[in-house]
């Protein structure tokens, strides 16, 4: 008898395979179609997408969260469609989706953190960055990850992020595993701002709110000797592809101090989301774990 995620698995699969050969042109809109088909649905994202916005903004209005909160579901909609051509399509398609601007010279080896915060563009800046390095024969990227709780689709994006000559390294892997990487002058791509428990984080403020948040960059930056700099992807001025943005290396970091590091670098990346705050990932429980003695935000 056929089992209901092996039928749940193949349709996701031949669906992405199908988005993947459509017109850019028509694969935005039906994102923005799917985002608005969510946010109208019940369902536990969209409350905590709301929590998360209101949290964070205080000083807007119930109908300016409202507003935003709608905005950022059609783009969470769009970048889950986009997927299929990040994952599936081409290096062309993914260039042609996908620019890269870059303040630091790039495949020359140095050993470097590219902290790529959670936005919708997320996955493309890693694909694209991944086909450069393909295609101009540097050293591979590597990305930690999440294991996800889909076997299927936990292997197939092992597949696809790796497709260009890529390596996915999941977060729980070995310290001198990770080192040897970096050091090898692989640049490696890592999304701190996740709650993932208390192991290795410390409590630090993220929009005023003490925010359970890992201490990772610090502690490899400093045992490596790793330059860390930004890695943003964000929609372009006419939203047609995305443009994925490295800075220079942070000065003046990693220091002796993990939890002042970690505190700075939050900062770092509220600066970026306050500016463009509908491309967020609201739909994750940022605030999930709390300091003792406090009640649950969600």
């Known amino acids: 008898m056929i089992r209901i995620d092996t039928i749940f698995n193949f349709l996701a699969l031949n669906l992405l395979r199908l988005f993947s050969y459509l017109p850019y042109s028509l694969v935005v809109p039906?994102?923005?179609?799917?985002?608005?088909?969510?946010?109208?649905?019940?369902?536990?994202?969209?409350?905590?997408?709301?929590?998360?916005?209101?949290?964070?903004?205080?000083?807007?209005?119930?109908?300016?969260?409202?507003?935003?909160?709608?905005?950022?579901?059609?783009?969470?909609?769009?970048?889950?469609?986009?997927?299929?051509?990040?994952?599936?399509?081409?290096?062309?398609?993914?260039?042609?989706?996908?620019?890269?601007?870059?303040?630091?010279?790039?495949?020359?080896?140095?050993?470097?953190?590219?902290?790529n915060p959670h936005f919708v563009g997320l996955e493309g800046g890693f694909m694209a960055l991944s086909v450069m390095a393909k295609e101009r024969n540097w050293l591979r990227g590597a990305g930690l990850y999440q294991k996800m709780k889909n076997p299927f689709f936990n292997q197939k994006m092992i597949e696809w992020r790796n497709r260009f000559g890529g390596k996915s390294i999941e977060r729980q892997s070995r310290l001198r595993d990770l080192i040897r990487e970096i050091q090898t002058g692989n640049f490696i791509f890592i999304a701190p701002d996740i709650d993932l428990g208390p192991r290795d984080s410390v409590f630090v403020p993220f929009f005023g709110i003490q925010t359970n948040t890992i201490t990772s960059v610090s502690r490899l930056a400093k045992l490596s000797g790793a330059e860390v700099c930004l890695m943003t992807t964000t929609l372009n001025h006419d939203r047609s592809g995305y443009i994925c943005r490295i800075s220079e290396p942070l000065p003046n970091f990693p220091s002796d101090d993990p939890e002042k590091d970690t505190a700075r670098l939050n900062q770092y990346i509220e600066e970026l989301v306050r500016e463009r705050p509908a491309e967020y990932y609201w739909v994750h429980k940022r605030f999930k774990h709390r300091p003792p003695g406090e009640a649950s935000l969600y």
């Open 30 to 115: 039906i994102g923005y179609g799917l985002g608005w088909l969510v946010s109208h649905l019940p369902n536990e994202r969209v409350r905590v997408v709301k929590i998360n916005l209101r949290l964070c903004f205080p000083s807007l209005s119930a109908v300016e969260i409202d507003s935003l909160a709608r905005e950022h579901w059609k783009l969470f909609g769009r970048s889950v469609i986009e997927r299929s051509r990040i994952w599936l399509g081409t290096g062309n398609q993914i260039k042609s989706m996908v620019h890269i601007e870059s303040a630091i010279p790039l495949g020359d080896r140095k050993p470097r953190l590219l902290i």
